[in-house]
Nanobody, 122 residues
Framework: VQLQASGGGLVQAGGSLRLSCAAS????????MGWFRQAPGKGREFVAA????????YYADSVKGRFTISRVNARDTAYLQMNSLKPEDTAVYYC????????????????WGQGTLVTVSS
């Protein structure tokens, strides 16, 4: 499975962005999807995850109420809608896919995209 993340960019604090993760080469609906991020000089941290059907979602406390993860299996695409962005949200955002995942654990995901940079200015 190949994952292509897109939609990053520069936005002012309080603004919004929507990230997309397009999958190819596999059965997208077989995989749970996750979003992680890595800020400069920091480790990769969990942001959000969604199960194969979209019926269950999970969020890091730091983004709960501001970010929304979703998926459209017919389009082989997952999304991360990010609202009320803060400067501390600045990071490279990665999407990941796995058949059997523990939402926040990077080692349970099988495939990773290349990352898309989100920069939030104050």
């Amino acid at each position: 499975v190949q994952l292509q993340a897109s939609g990053g960019g520069l936005v002012q604090a309080g603004g919004s962005l929507r990230l997309s993760c397009a999958a190819s080469g596999g059965t997208f609906s077989s995989y749970a999807m996750g979003w992680f991020r890595q800020a400069p000089g920091k480790g990769r941290e969990f942001v959000a995850a969604i199960n194969w059907s979209g019926g269950s979602t999970y969020y890091a406390d730091s983004v709960k109420g501001r970010f929304t993860i979703s998926r459209v299996n017919a389009r082989d695409t997952a999304y991360l809608q990010m609202n009320s962005l803060k400067p501390e949200d600045t990071a490279v955002y990665y999407c990941a896919a796995g058949r059997t995942v523990v939402a926040a654990r990077t080692d349970t995901y099988d495939y990773w995209g290349q990352g898309t940079l989100v920069t939030v200015s104050s």
